[in-house]
Nanobody, 121 residues
Framework: VQLQASGGGLVQVGGFLRLSCAAS????????MGWFRQAPGKERELVAY????????GYADSVKGRFTISRDNDKKAVFLQMNSLKSEDTAVYYC???????????????WGQGTQVTVSS
C-alpha cells in the first residue's frame, strides 16, 4: 500500500488542522493505521492509531481529548483531526499502515511522506 499525507500547515496556538492520508491498493481495509510525528531533535512517536475496522483507537497521552483519528475504508483514507493545538505539537506528521491494530512502531510496514505542522504562538 502507498500512502500520501496532506493537510499540514501553519496555525496559531489554539487552532485546528485536519490531516488526511490517502492510500492506494485494494487491501487498505485490512490494515490498521497510525499517525506518527517527529519534532526536531526528538524521536518519532505514535500519536494515534485506529484498527482495521475502525472499532478501536488509541492516543498518546499528550493528545488525548484534542486529537481524533478516523478512517473511511470506502475512500481509502485516514484522518487526524487536531484541535486546541499547542506549540509542542509542532512536528512532521506521518501516516503509516500496519497490522490489524498496530499499537507500536514495530508493527507498521508502510509509511507515507511527512507533512509539516507548525503551531505558532
Amino acid at each position: 500500500v502507498q500512502l500520501q499525507a496532506s493537510g499540514g500547515g501553519l496555525v496559531q496556538v489554539g487552532g485546528f488542522l485536519r490531516l488526511s492520508c490517502a492510500a492506494s491498493g485494494r487491501t487498505f481495509s485490512t490494515y490498521g493505521m497510525g499517525w506518527f510525528r517527529q519534532a526536531p531533535g526528538k524521536e518519532r512517536e505514535l500519536v494515534a492509531y485506529i484498527s482495521w475496522s475502525g472499532s478501536n483507537t488509541g492516543y498518546a497521552d499528550s493528545v488525548k481529548g484534542r486529537f481524533t483519528i478516523s478512517r473511511d475504508n470506502d475512500k481509502k483514507a485516514v484522518f487526524l483531526q487536531m484541535n486546541s493545538l499547542k506549540s509542542e505539537d509542532t512536528a512532521v506528521y506521518y501516516c503509516a499502515a500496519g497490522g490489524r491494530a498496530p499499537i507500536s512502531e514495530g508493527q507498521y510496514n508502510y509509511w507515507g511522506q511527512g507533512t509539516q505542522v507548525t503551531v505558532s504562538s
